[in-house]
């Protein structure tokens, strides 16, 4: 069940929408209801996977159990490394086959599995909550708390990465609390921008890139269209997954729950590090938090501090996706932060414009690594790219500048909903892009968000 979709707008959402409100002041009821919801709205998918979602609810919540009881730290190590082999045996198993086959050249019968939708998202809440068990940062929660933290349905699918502290606080409020019209308000218009960025901006990229990433796959492309496809797909994965946040942000507020914003204009980066502190905010911290500052940081020399932005960077592109683009493309980053680092220690520095210009340069390359199927195609691509020149033109250009126009230098969404106030002119501006969208999800099949294939 897509957020742009009839099904979802014009069934599952006023019904849960109604049935959380009338039970709103009770708490354990609506909460056991949102609960129910969200294991509907899973199930919607594919009913097959909700025992795997359900027995990795109960079965991290009965280990927390033992280990507050216990405080044996081999018990959240054990939790953990479970965690994560289930989710290498459905993301990676293929991966780490096929390398083990090509090096050995001793073939190998392994299973294909579907890959659960969400199951790298809900994974990493578990980590988060084990991480903080084990620093004692986190409190034991009864099965409804746990349950709604890691099944909540606007985020389960794609994110944001939502820290247990940042929300389960939230669940005792009432959500009839002062200020309710003004969060249900500026949640429906955030849901609205999102939905807007969806369909007339990340779909209308998305039918320009696919066509260039395809023909990758089978030789050499005119260097204007490689080009194209890259600066459509940069724009595309910008306004499908932050429209996929604001959607799913606005989504909880309708519920009276704030989640954390994910996205903070990063195509105004001038640095790479300034775009990693602005793009999939809460991935980044999440990176830098569990992962570099535990490798050591830049608290234990340069070397090391270069050699954890490769590794946190790489297994990040390997969190993305189980293949060879996204590991290089991790690398890639990786490689690149490090050497921020190092032109930093020197004392070096850019003028604001042409760092800027060399952050989007590379950052349009790299996600032709993220989007190609396989490194050929990436080579392909990134080859025809070198190979332009200006005057051969860009053919899609009406569409690409507008929308990279809008990605560089419009407001984010958060500024402009916080710059909201009741205006009439607003409210027929909100109705008429709401007609609009709905018209256009009448045109044809909806796209699935990007973010759901990690």
Same mark, same amino acid.
């Given at each position: 069940m897509l957020f742009n979709s009839f099904t979802f707008l014009f069934f599952f959402l006023p019904i849960v929408l109604a049935g959380y409100w009338l039970v709103s002041g009770r708490e354990s009821a609506r909460l056991w209801f949102l609960v129910v919801a969200s294991l509907v709205f899973y199930a919607w998918w594919d009913v097959s996977f909700v025992p795997l979602l359900l027995a990795s609810v109960l079965l991290n919540w009965l280990a927390a159990g033992l280990f507050a009881a216990t405080r044996r730290k081999a018990v959240a190590v054990l939790a953990?490394?479970?965690?994560?082999?289930?989710?290498?045996?459905?993301?990676?198993?293929?991966?780490?086959?096929?390398?083990?086959?090509?090096?050995?050249?001793?073939?190998? /019968?392994?299973? *294909?599995?579907?890959? #659960?939708?969400?199951?790298?998202?809900?994974?990493?809440?578990?980590?988060?909550?084990?991480?903080?068990?084990?620093?004692?940062?986190?409190?034991?929660?009864?099965? $409804? /708390?746990?349950?709604?933290?890691?099944?909540?349905?606007?985020?389960?699918?794609?994110?944001?990465?939502?820290?247990?502290?940042?929300?389960?606080?939230?669940?005792?409020? /009432?959500?009839?609390?002062?200020?309710?019209?003004?969060?249900?308000? $500026?949640?429906?218009?955030?849901?609205?921008?999102g939905l807007c960025k969806k369909l007339f901006l990340a779909d209308a990229l998305a039918r320009m890139a696919e066509p260039v990433f395809a023909g990758a796959r089978h030789g050499p492309l005119p260097p204007a269209e490689a080009w194209q496809g890259a600066l459509a797909f940069t724009g595309q994965i910008y306004f499908d997954f932050s429209g996929y946040s604001d959607m799913a942000i606005g989504l909880a507020l309708l519920f009276g729950l704030t989640l954390p914003f994910n996205f903070d204009a990063p195509y105004r980066a001038t640095s790479l590090r300034d775009f990693w502190r602005r793009w999939h905010i809460t991935l980044s911290r999440f990176l830098r938090d569990y992962l570099y500052v535990p490798m050591g940081g830049n608290r234990a020399g340069l070397i090391r501090q270069c050699?954890?932005?490769?590794? &946190?960077?790489?297994?990040?592109?390997? @969190?993305?996706?189980?293949?060879?683009?996204?590991?290089?493309?991790?690398?890639?980053?990786?490689? %690149?932060?490090?050497?921020?680092?190092? @032109? $930093?220690?020197?004392?070096? $520095?850019?003028?604001?414009?042409?760092?800027?210009?060399? *952050?989007?340069?590379?950052?349009? %390359? &790299?996600?032709?690594?993220?989007?190609?199927? &396989?490194?050929?195609?990436?080579?392909?691509?990134?080859?025809?790219?070198?190979?332009?020149?200006? @005057?051969?033109?860009?053919?899609? @250009?009406? *569409?690409?500048?507008?929308?990279?126009?809008? %990605?560089?230098?419009? #407001?984010?969404?958060?500024?402009?909903?916080?710059?909201?106030?009741?205006?009439?002119?607003? %409210?027929?501006?909100?109705?008429?892009? *709401?007609?609009?969208?709905?018209? &256009?999800?009448?045109?044809?099949?909806?796209?699935?968000?990007?973010?759901?294939?990690?």
């Open positions: 953990i490394v479970v965690n994560l082999a289930s989710l290498g045996l459905y993301k990676y198993l293929g991966f780490f086959a096929g390398i083990v086959q090509d090096l050995s050249a001793v073939p190998l /019968d392994v299973p *294909t599995l579907a890959l #659960p939708l969400g199951i790298s998202f809900y994974t990493f809440h578990h980590i988060i909550y084990w991480a903080d068990l084990i620093a004692g940062r986190a409190p034991r929660y009864s099965l $409804r /708390d746990y349950s709604l933290y890691i099944v909540l349905f606007p985020q389960i699918l794609a994110g944001p990465l939502v820290r247990h502290s940042e929300i389960v606080h939230q669940f005792r409020l /009432d959500p009839a609390r002062p200020g309710w019209e003004e969060r249900m308000a $500026r949640g429906a218009v955030l849901f609205i921008i050699l954890a932005l490769v590794a &946190t960077m790489a297994l990040g592109g390997l @969190w993305h996706g189980a293949g060879w683009t996204f590991v290089v493309w991790g690398l890639a980053h990786g490689v %690149a932060l490090a050497l921020g680092v190092l @032109w $930093r220690r020197l004392g070096l $520095r850019l003028p604001g414009a042409v760092g800027w210009v060399v *952050t989007m340069l590379f950052i349009v %390359a &790299t996600w032709v690594l993220f989007r190609a199927e &396989t490194l050929p195609a990436a080579t392909a691509i990134l080859e025809a790219m070198l190979a332009w020149r200006p @005057w051969d033109g860009l053919p899609g @250009w009406r *569409t690409l500048l507008p929308a990279l126009a809008i %990605a560089a230098l419009g #407001p984010t969404s958060q500024q402009a909903v916080a710059a909201l106030r009741p205006r009439a002119w607003l %409210a027929m501006g909100a109705a008429v892009a *709401t007609v609009a969208a709905l018209l &256009t999800l009448n045109e044809g099949v909806p796209y699935e968000f990007i973010y759901f294939q990690f």
